[in-house]
């Protein structure tokens, strides 16, 4: 037996933390570690296995022979082997194979705090250490400000492996060609952050991340762990925020896993009641044992040390939180109080947050969770679980319910839209419209949309303006910010030709302004999670399926009047209450040219005017566009100009034909004659690298369709009509 030198990394005070469920900075202490003892360079290892009767270190440098570097047990029966191996360093290859009490069974696993794994199939975990210097300095000192809950948070969720691929050569993008094209991209739709699928190592493709083998280890299909951490530095360095997806609810079963460690039920709970999901053929973490505890939140922190992530949106809580979850009955055993909660998963959930909020106090955790289990987003000391946001499944399920349904058929469903209302602001939600809503037979958000093409694309802009308008986060997943046709195929690219098409073009236009418009709109973002933030004008409006209501911020005059027509039926002279009296403008449009609507039904400032409607004082008529949402904004009275440039203005104007809109709409809708040629939005967007040009953006001016008796649509006063309650859907 080749020596193995006795040497530890642990003091007693860490073995008493770990052993307490208290020692969050494992990754310091377990796994391989690259040091020098008596002059020698060679590799610390360290691993708990409580019920192995002998551990060895085997790999490339010893032939993998069981026999050759057999690791130390520590003598306070913590269950901790280490050891000391010269001469081993970077980029050597290993396993651990384990001798079990329980019937001598022999397992090789790889390292559960492995820093680096192989590229699978294969399954060993290697020896590794970088230095790299981070440059985000800048970004760093204000992430308080930037990831603030009254801050603008739009998220692009990313799927590294089908993001973008190269077909010829079919291999996946690097880190490094990644951090130059993903990067470039982001910026130019303007979301503020990116959330990553899980990039932790992980076995199976099919698994899209989410069965996770190597928590320690950025996944090493697309290079090594410090290109990884350039490009999260790049992200950073363009003001881009970096969301992880961790999954803490579930493990694989894979040889080489967690799964039976040591020939016991090491991290997975003993009872299969609570320690498998049937749906998914996975392990159960043991939430409740200390140690396993120490594991979870050590790997939470590890990612916001040492790949400076931005915050963890934290997957399947509710598979969590519930002992019955996808549970028969008889196949669940209530909690000491009878009921159905998880206590230990409480409580871990609880420590985790608090653990991470404490030390990084300028991340946000974001929990998808698809119950009504109360007070998800709300602080610990309050009774809450602590995340910063959760994801609101119910207005995603409604919201595509509806926005599926032929225009017709709306007026029927309008609390589909209104009823998100009721709890809006129970909880800091962020509005996800995921990976999960474009698999598994489901169609893409686009294949959704009823109608011929021109209506499909109409219903998206509308779907998307109303979602980015909507109180809360915004999330959406690579492929729908152009209208993806097909749903997603996680083994290859995104459709890009598709943006050879106008309509495709107008839908990622959309996205890019509706970004600019949450960020640059403090109505937007300033009470996005209060209900002082929103108030409504109009939701019962069954008939037209039209809404309308007030987005506010911290001042009342950066207040926004949003409406939104559910039919392809232009609403002309349509009136609406307004708060007060004054000049209001269109400031977005979703029917505007540049998104390849008619840009026919736009609207020029509109003075209010002194008549009650929707039990206010003051009203307006406006032009809501057929499936379209219109945005307006008071404005500072000005004096008329007399500049020699308004007379040929007002001759345009008269030289103006007049044409009334048609009731209804069944394709594109014609356009309002005018006699005045205009050009068209552009907004193209060329970015070298990294740095981001805009070009001039031009608008086409638009003339006022004539009043017309059989086109007003203005609605009577009518007075608040109490909602009914019900609670937020279960996925």
Known sequence: ??????CSRFTDFDINLFLAGKHFRLYEKFGSHIMEVDGIKGTYFAVWAPSAKRVSVVGDFNKWNENAHELNVRWDKSGVWEGFIPKVGLGNIYKYKITSHHNNIKTEKADPYARRAEHPPQTASIVWEDDYKWKDDDWMSKRKKNNALDAPYSVYEVHLSSWKRHEKEDRFMSYVELADDLVAYVKKMKFTHVELMPIMEFPYDPSWGYQITGYFAPTSRFGYPEEFKFLVDTLHKNDIGVLLDWVPSHFPEDAHGLGYFDGSCLYEHPDRRKGYHHDWKSLIFNYGRNEVKSFLISNALFWLDQYHADGLRVDAVASMLYLDYSRDEGDWEPNMYGGRENLDAVAFIKEMNEAVYSNYPDVQNIAEESTAFPMVSRPTFSGGLGFGMKWMMGWMHDSLEYFGKPPIYRQYHQNDLTFSMTYAFSENFMLPLSHDEVVYGKR????????????????????????????????????????????????????WHLLDSKFHQGIQNLIIDLNGLYQSEPAMYEQQFSGEGFEWIAYDDHKNSVLVYIRKGNDSKNDIIVACNMTPTPMVNYG????????????????????????????????TKKAELHNREHSAEIIIPPLGMVAFKYIKSTKPSKKASDKSIVKEKAKTVKKSPKKVVK?????????????????DVIIPKIELVEKEIKTKSSVKPTKNKSSKTTSKSTKSKSIPKKTDKKE
């Open 1 to 6: 037996m080749a020596k193995v030198t006795p």
């Open 444 to 495: 893409s958000i686009l294949g959704r949309m009823p109608g011929d093409e021109w209506q499909r694309f109409a219903n998206l802009r509308l779907l998307y303006s109303y979602m980015f308008t909507h109180p809360g986060g915004k999330l959406l997943f690579m492929g729908c910010e152009f209208g993806q046709n097909n749903e997603w195929n996680f083994r290859s690219s995104l459709d």
């Open 576 to 607: 609406i209450g307004m708060p007060h009296k004054g000049k209001i403008q269109e400031i977005f449009n979703s029917d505007d040219e540049i998104y390849n609507g008619t840009g026919d039904f736009k609207n020029k400032v509109i003075t």
């Open 667 to 683: 394709t594109k809708p014609k356009a309002v004659v005018s006699d005045k040629k205009t050009d068209k939005k552009k907004s």
